[in-house]
């Protein structure tokens, strides 16, 4: 899969790809993994770790402000195994890289986790292998719940596994926990929507993006509803900061829906196109009405004309003006 950073065309591999990678035998000297979800992340360190003898000698963690070490734990060869792995979590230059990777250890492997690829990185860009641990998409979701309900002995119904996905928002940890605590609750049994419904909490996001569907409907009392269940579980002030956050994004996506927004927003690309039907639901006018409201709410809470830091359910009705 070809992605594009500002300095060069790279290939990236997707998570499901990298098993198959591994199990053919031909490991780059490099891997940097990249992406939102720390489940994948962790599970394709595990991935390399999987054929690596003797791990006591043969696997080696740099600390995150030690990567100097890097290029030294490189060249030192496997103990009784045909690769060793060295990894760490660092977003800046390893010094002796460049130079390392013009004649490599062809017995070491190093994975690089990193947030954000940078100019430190522009010169090894050529010359590594990129993992993408973004989240899966809902297919790939949907098999692995599938298959892991039925290996703790239960099972699934189709629209029960979607919604499980949306309340997870699509990451993996979550998803992983859920199913577990859904296939304890139904062993031997097949999970319904019902069950779900009962036993998952939602997402903070799927919760806001659902309470943005029922102001688009102008639906007061779904919208009190699902207000008052975030509310029980997070500081009042950080949910209303999290709405107005999300309809300004909305905002953007109604006046602005050929620019790179997944960019300029900070999203991915499936979270956008939630948003950009979304926002055609409200149109620009309601929502630029919606938007002022929440400013003159923030500006009013930053200054102390509002005294209650909390934000009363008769204003939020007034501000999504239904």
Not at 25 to 47: C, R, W
Not at 121 to 139: A, M, T, W, Y
Not at 251 to 258: D, H, K, R, T, V
Request: glycine letters at 4%; proline letters at 3%.
């Amino acid at each position: 899969m070809p992605f594009f950073c500002k300095y060069i065309k790279i290939e990236v591999m997707k998570f499901d790809e990298l098993k198959t990678h591994i199990s053919a035998g031909k490991l780059a000297s490099v891997y940097i993994l990249m992406g939102d979800d720390d489940y994948l992340i962790d599970a394709a360190k595990k991935l390399f770790l999987a054929n690596v003898e003797n791990k006591e000698f043969n696997y080696t963690v740099i600390p995150s402000d030690k990567p100097e070490s890097v290029v030294d734990a490189l060249n030192v060869y496997p103990f009784m195994s045909d690769y060793s792995v060295v990894e760490i979590d660092c977003d800046k230059e390893i010094p002796g890289l460049k130079k390392y990777l013009e004649n490599p250890n062809k017995a070491s492997v190093l994975i690089l986790t990193v947030t954000k690829l940078d100019k430190c990185h522009k010169e090894i860009l050529s010359q590594v292998e990129f993992v993408d641990c973004n989240r899966l998409g809902e297919s790939a979701l949907l098999r692995w719940i599938r298959a892991k309900m039925v290996s703790l002995g239960s099972n699934i119904e189709d629209e029960a596994a979607v919604l499980l996905v949306s309340y997870c928002n699509r990451m993996m940890s979550k998803i992983s926990r859920e199913t577990e605590k859904l296939a304890a609750y139904g062993f031997g049994k097949t999970i319904t929507v019902r069950d779900v419904e009962a036993l998952v909490t939602p997402d903070t996001d799927f919760k806001i993006f659902q309470l943005g569907e029922a102001a688009a409907k102008r639906d007061g009392n779904t919208a009190l509803k699902i207000y008052r269940e975030l509310a029980s579980f997070e500081d009042p002030t950080l949910i209303f900061g999290a709405i107005y956050s999300h309809f300004r994004k909305l905002l953007y996506c109604a006046l602005s829906p050929n620019e790179d927004l997944c960019s300029l927003l900070g999203i991915k690309e499936f979270v956008l196109k939630k948003m950009m039907f979304q926002s055609k639901a409200f149109g620009a006018v309601r929502l630029k009405n919606i938007v002022d409201g929440f400013h003159d709410l923030d500006f009013g809470m930053k200054n102390g004309t509002f005294a209650d830091k909390t934000v009363s359910e008769g204003y939020l009705l007034k501000i999504l003006n239904i």
